[in-house]
């Protein structure tokens, strides 16, 4: 029998989160951007937090402003300190691209963060002349209270590309809107793309940002990690074959640009796993006309084989567990059932209808009976494993300690992973990225439970 | 001029008063401006009060559940961000069903668009009833406004006078939304004030003894408040209450029949030893038990004070044997090393002259998020002639700093530590550790050992490719990764073994 369960939750108050506020995504997005600088207006702590967040899962500098509301703020309003906010940024950091994300507090105040950002602007022309021209500054409305990141991110997206796409002479190039990733999985889909000889416009591209050298003979003054997506690029955008968003719930800038500028969209879950990569790279060829080269095909062949040696043997039947962002967990989802594992429980702290709907179509593929928590928490998922219990967790490190209680592995994914290193530089999307994952769940069945000294593990 | 306006902030000239050179015919009065408003969009690196009660003060409590009342935001980032582990030991005896149950969940309202609206209180009420009985084996509810609750004005103190009555349960609401103060050591405040209002004097210990104190300030990170601890015990004295590393709820009630309290973090906690003594008549002593020097003192201040005199001694005598010779290991290694001190507060005068004095390290620049006069005049009193003492810095002083006093080590927080890195200088994380504890003697060896191992990784000799490599490889001295064992290892054992048929001879 296929089919889903939908467990709905039965609890008001949320414990242990898996999800975040709006303006996460939206720093996030701005991030991602070359010389691009997010500034928050709100309290301190609503950077801070983020700042720490990112530093501890990327293990890299994050550098986002505030415009550091107090008391007197919240009373007379945030106008004096995101002017100030944005000017003080404009001058000494000089920045191609500020985004303005708003946050409970500033969208509570109602300030105009519009009108505020435009007295800015203007400012900034008047001190810095010539130069101003060059620093765009984009207010991204991102109010905590609605949704959750990934419409923060979704927005940031759509904003920074409607304020900068500019129709232009055509260009040959396919722009893609990765989601919420890890550096590993951008540069993986870049390397699928150079492999079809096509140029990506990534919207945006955390990958260099968010793992960049260490060369001190190339530091800048002030500092700006290489890399991440130009202002020129996203300008061009507007100009492209196609764009491909590989996270369902961030579209809209994919939409936009074809409401606007008729560049067509396709908007899907990310390639993860062997089905979702023949997907995007059919995108791509849709788009591009472009063939499909044998070395992609052979990367493909690879992931194939390893799963003709491998799976049958060691992962059949396996219970699986995920948790996470709804994109991420979507993906892997399938990839499991590929696998011929059996992906039980699938959470997600977002609520989305169109996520219950992906997983039924993965429930029939797989033939399997799949409970889905939409909307839920991490709580969710331990009471739910106390009852039901798996052979693997798959999510993020927050369930590190519900894997410890109950002895069943966890295979780290997504956002945040802190107590491993290099997480966030391993794909998990494409061939290589499904093979990565692949031989990274084998080995945990095989170290969790095999005996190390039995035969079956000789040959 | 003592006050310095750095080449980066020519565009922001109201930093000038936050920067101050140390000067030592200067008055007295001379410091950094501090605890003022940030100047917004300079890339500060504080955070907010919300961050100071929840991320400080009261999320060491090991026996409470934690309801953030907010978009979700507040509560995700209120999870797991501090090392401050627990043991699951009760004052009566018992044990805390949840093993770390302070660093393993947070609750929270998750907050909408409508409760923007129409109110938040009824969500709230429900939440903390949910909370309840999820938990029942938790022996309190701690909630928290946020800036979202602090504008819409829900009233948080009637839902927990209610809710106490209603569930049998002490719930406690602590008001500092992320927005109130400079940073977050208004929230230290409100969690102080709100403690010690809610809680001191509503409950009596089970037991007394003459030796009792509270240990006030120390949050355990990293298992810091644990090494204190068992000096403490050793000398004959009992930690009544522990505010509020590895503490339950009911000790800080029973807080007021301590016979003297003890403030380690002197920023984060001094106000609530202050109001115990107004009320109550429990003196406090200021102490700091960083590096070996200040702890043998304060040991010794404490024994003193109890007429343990003796007993310090030993404590002080015994950890010397073991750690002295690692000590002097690391001195040698680390002699002349130009440091950074970026801390929240107080380490920044905690650690400098032991750095210099202990270690032989040269402490170059110290600088605090969000530490007041009090705290300033004592790191300028700790620093030598020169240095730079800066409040609140932001990134673009931190390169301007790290360029112009070229420290070889800095010590300051993750948000900082990649960037040091970026530019070329190994960054310690100061607030939560590497791999600690780093107070008392033994902790102190682990901070010489981090700091040696930071300055000493061979990777920073190799940054850049070279055309045309040195023929003997890396120039640099290559590790002496041997430190903790042969020599040192057995030196501590023959101690340690001194120590057992001391003891042996005494029993007989």
């Known amino acids: 029998m296929s089919c889903v369960n939908i467990i709905e939750k039965e609890r008001n108050v949320v414990i242990n989160p898996l999800k975040t506020c709006q303006p996460f995504g939206a720093m996030f997005a701005v991030t991602g951007i070359n010389k691009g600088f997010p500034i928050v207006h709100g309290s301190q702590g609503c950077s801070a937090f983020v700042r720490y967040g990112f530093a501890r899962h990327f293990r890299e500098p994050s550098e986002i402003a505030v415009t550091s509301l107090h008391e007197d703020a919240a009373v007379f309003g945030g106008r004096k300190n995101l002017v100030a906010g944005i000017e003080n940024l404009a001058l000494r950091f000089k920045p191609d691209i500020i985004g303005v994300i708003t946050t409970c507090s500033s969208e509570i105040i109602g300030d105009d963060v519009y009108g505020f950002t435009e007295t800015a602007r203007e400012n900034i022309k008047k001190k810095m002349g010539e130069d101003s021209h060059e620093i765009e500054v984009i207010p991204i409305s991102t109010p905590s209270f609605v949704e959750t990141h990934y419409k923060g991110y979704d927005t940031a997206i759509k904003s920074i590309v409607n304020h900068l796409a500019r129709k232009d002479e055509p260009n040959e190039k396919v722009n893609i809107i990765p989601g919420i990733v890890n550096p590993g999985d951008i540069r993986e889909l870049k390397h699928l793309m150079n492999m079809m000889k096509l140029e990506g416009i990534f919207l945006t591209d955390i990958s260099d940002p968010f793992d960049a050298p260490l060369r001190p003979s190339k530091v800048t003054k002030p500092f700006y990690p290489k890399g991440g997506v130009s202002v020129d690029e996203i300008k061009d955008s507007a100009n492209s074959l196609g764009t491909v968003s590989i996270c369902k719930y961030a579209g809209s800038g994919a939409l936009s640009l074809e409401k606007e500028h008729k560049v067509p969209a396709a908007v899907d879950s990310p390639p993860v796993g062997l ?110 494993l106390k009852e039901n219990p798996v052979d693997l967790m798959i999510g993020n490190s927050d369930g590190r300690l519900i894997s410890l209680d109950q002895g069943i592995p966890l295979i780290r994914v997504g956002f945040p992973v802190y107590d491993r290193v290099g997480y966030q530089r391993q794909p998990i999307v494409g061939y290589r990225g499904g093979l990565y994952l692949m031989d990274l769940i084998t080995n945990t069945i095989l170290e969790k439970y095999y005996e190390p000294t039995h035969w079956k593990l000789q040959q | 001029m003592p006050y310095k306006l750095l080449e980066v902030d020519k565009k922001i000239p109201e930093r000038k008063d936050h920067v101050y050179v140390k000067h030592c015919s200067d008055p007295e009065d001379h410091i950094p401006n501090c605890n003022t408003k940030t100047v917004p969009g300079s890339m500060s690196e504080r955070g907010c009060a919300f961050a100071g009660v929840k991320g400080v003060i009261t999320g060491a409590i090991k026996d409470v559940i934690h309801v953030v009342h907010s978009p979700i935001g507040c509560t995700s980032y209120g999870y797991g ?109 409100v969690g102080n004030l709100t403690l010690f209002e809610n809680l001191v004097g509503t409950k009596e210990p089970p037991s007394t003894t003459p030796y009792d104190v509270n240990l006030i300030g120390e949050y355990n990170i990293d298992g810091d408040l644990w090494v204190i601890k068992k000096y403490l015990e050793d000398m004959g004295i009992n930690l009544l209450s522990k505010f509020t590393g590895d503490c339950s709820h009911d000790e800080i009630c029973w807080m007021h029949r301590a016979k003297l309290s003890l403030v380690r973090c002197q920023r984060s906690a001094t106000y609530i030893a202050d109001l115990i003594e107004e009320k109550y008549g429990v003196p406090y002593i200021k102490v700091d038990f ?78 605090s998020q969000f530490e007041h006069k009090d705290g300033y005049k004592k790191m300028k009193d700790r620093v030598n002639e020169g240095t730079i003492i800066l409040d609140d810095p932001n990134s673009l002083e931190f390169e301007e700093i790290i360029e112009e006093y070229k420290p070889d080590l ?99």
């Open chain 1, 275 to 384: 089905q979702n990569t023949d997907k995007f790279i059919r995108n791509l060829k849709k788009f591009t006309g472009n063939e499909i080269p044998n070395e992609i095909l052979d990367e493909r062949g690879i992931l194939v084989d390893s799963m003709a040696d491998n799976a049958a043997r060691y992962l059949f039947g396996r219970k699986v567990i995920i948790y996470g962002d709804p994109d991420i967990t979507t993906g892997i989802a399938r990839f499991v059932g590929e696998l011929g594992m059996e992906p039980t429980m699938v959470c997600t702290g977002v609520k989305s209808p169109s996520f219950a709907q992906d997983m039924e179509k993965i429930a029939k593929e797989t033939g399997s009976e799949i409970d889905v928590m939409v909307g839920q928490d991490l709580r969710a998922v331990e009471v739910y």
């Open chain 2, 410 to 508: 800095i010590l300051a927080g993750v948000k900082e530590k990649y960037l040091a890195h970026k530019l070329g200088v190994p960054c310690i994380l100061i607030h939560s550790y590497e791999n600690g504890p780093y107070m008392g003697f033994e902790g102190f060896v682990n901070l010489a050992k981090d700091m040696y191992s930071y300055i000493y990784n061979p990777v920073w000799s190799m940054l850049e490719f070279e055309d045309e490599p040195a023929e003997d490889g890396i120039e640099e001295v290559v590790m002496e990764i041997g430190l903790n064992s042969d020599e040192l290892k057995e030196n501590s054992e023959s101690i340690e073994n001194d120590k057992e048929s001391k003891n042996e001879g005494e029993v007989a």
């Open chain 2, 290 to 367: 960083f590096s070996t020097k200040y702890c043998s003192e304060n040991l010794r201040t404490i024994g003193k004070y109890f007429g343990l005199e003796e007993a310090a001694e030993k404590v002080i005598e015994d950890q010397m044997k073991i750690v002295g010779p690692e000590l002097e290991f690391y001195r040698k290694k680390l002699q002349g090393k130009r440091v950074f001190i970026f801390s929240g507060g107080p380490k920044s005068y905690h650690l400098s002259k032991p750095l210099e004095e202990e270690l032989g390290m040269e402490t170059v620049a110290v600088a």
């Open chain 2, 81 to 189: 961000t501090k090392r401050y582990p627990t043991s699951p030991e009760l004052p009566n005896g018992e044990k805390f069903p949840i093993e770390n149950f302070n660093l393993k969940y947070i609750l929270g309202t998750d907050l909408q668009e409508s409760d923007v609206v129409f109110g938040g209180i009824k969500k709230l009420r429900q939440s903390i009833i949910e909370a309840h009985k999820e938990f029942p084996e938790a022996n309190a509810i701690y909630t928290y406004s946020t800036c979202t609750v602090g504008l819409i004005g829900d009233d948080m103190d009637a839902v927990a006078k209610e809710l106490t009555e209603e569930l049998g349960k002490k719930v406690v609401a602590f008001n500092a939304p992320g927005f109130c103060g400079p940073s977050q050591s208004k929230g230290h405040h």
